[in-house]
Structure formats: structure tokens, C-alpha cells
């Protein structure tokens, strides 16, 4: 990845960083209360990080270098899947505001986003970073990130199980149906099921 790439990738993670620090102090202060807190996302995250150690146990040293792929196109690819992922994962985090959370958890006041984003996936967020890291795996032709991409995928798998779970219970009357309309983490997979959302 030659230096532009790399500085273009990096300003991208360094931006979605400093909204989701912005975010969480500001969430700290002004959000509504916790009202109530699913199951932690730690086995999940543990899991994950155990992919990650099995597959890279010395951090990628020479199996990345070994089957890395040097291609202009893929790495165009990438930068362009990057930078639509990163507009996206930041129009996420701020139409969510104060309802965001680290941990699964409704909150006092609890509304759920069915606009905007919330209109293209059910976790755009989750969507957003996902497509940073395939697009950062492109960008780089390396299989260190495309194993974290998996690893990532993994380890959200049961946050958004959990997450679901407690906007079920939260809004019995409207999330069955918002559930049907949007799919999960692929934008129009609900066009390929006849309308309905997985």
C-alpha cells in the first residue's frame, strides 16, 4: 500500500476514532440512564481474539508477508470501500447519540432509530466498520486484516443477537416489524428474500 493509501486509510480510522471519544463523553454526561443491560459481549470478544491468536500467533509476521497481494486495482478497491464505510460508520454514530452504548443496554426514554441509516441496515454501525476493515484488507492485500475481518464478524455475532433481544422486549409493537423491512448487516439483502429482511 503506497503512502497516500496508507495515510488516506489511516485518517479514516483516526476520524471514526475521535467521534466515538467525542461521543462516549458527551454520552457519559448528558445520556438518559441505563434501564436495562443484556448479556456482556466479552465471551464474544474473547472468541474472536482467540481466532486471531490461532491464525497469527507472532502478529502475521511472515504468513502476511507470505500471501500478502500487491495489486493497484484491489488497492483502489479498497480505499473507495474505506472511505463509503467510513462516512457511513459516522452517520451512524451520530443519529444513534445518547442511545449509543458499549454494552447491550436500553436506556430511560429508549427510541429506536428506524430513519436514515437505521433505514438502510439494523446495525449500521456494525456495517460501517465491517466494510473499514474490507476495505482496509483490500487497500493493504493482506491476509492479516481479511482473518480480522472474520474475526470482527464473529465476535459481534452475539452483541447484535443480544441487541435485538432487548429492542425486541423494548418495543414489542414496532420491532417485529422494522425487523422485517430492514435486514441486518447487508444493505438490500431483503430485496434477494422477496422483501423480507434476515
Not at 455475532?157 to 447487508?186: C, D, H, S, T
Request: with cysteine; hydrophobic share 45%; aromatic share 10%.
Amino acid at each position: 500500500m503506497d503512502r497516500v493509501t496508507s495515510a488516506v486509510v489511516a485518517s479514516c480510522w483516526g476520524l471514526v476514532a475521535a467521534v466515538w471519544i467525542a461521543g462516549a463523553i458527551y454520552g457519559a454526561v448528558k445520556g438518559p440512564a441505563v434501564r436495562s443491560r443484556g448479556h456482556g459481549s466479552l465471551p464474544w470478544i474473547l472468541a474472536a481474539a482467540g481466532v486471531w491468536l490461532v491464525v497469527f500467533p507472532h502478529g502475521g509476521q511472515g504468513f502476511d508477508q507470505r500471501y500478502a497481494v500487491r495489486d493497484l486495482g484491489l488497492e483502489g478497491s479498497g480505499l473507495a470501500v474505506v472511505l463509503g464505510a467510513t462516512a457511513f460508520t459516522v452517520w451512524a454514530r451520530l443519529a444513534l447519540g445518547t442511545m449509543w452504548s458499549w454494552a447491550p443496554v436500553t436506556k430511560e426514554g429508549h427510541q429506536l432509530r428506524t430513519t436514515g441509516p437505521y433505514a438502510i441496515t439494523r446495525h449500521p454501525i456494525y456495517t460501517g466498520l465491517i466494510g473499514m476493515l474490507a476495505g482496509t484488507a483490500l487497500a493493504e492485500g493482506s491476509p492479516f486484516w481479511a482473518v480480522l475481518v472474520v474475526a470482527v464478524v464473529v465476535g459481534l455475532y452475539g452483541k447484535i443477537r443480544e441487541e435485538e433481544r432487548l429492542m425486541a422486549n423494548q418495543f414489542p409493537g414496532e420491532y417485529p416489524g422494522y425487523r422485517r423491512r430492514v435486514p441486518q448487516l447487508v444493505p438490500g439483502l431483503h430485496l434477494l428474500h422477496g422483501g423480507h429482511a434476515q
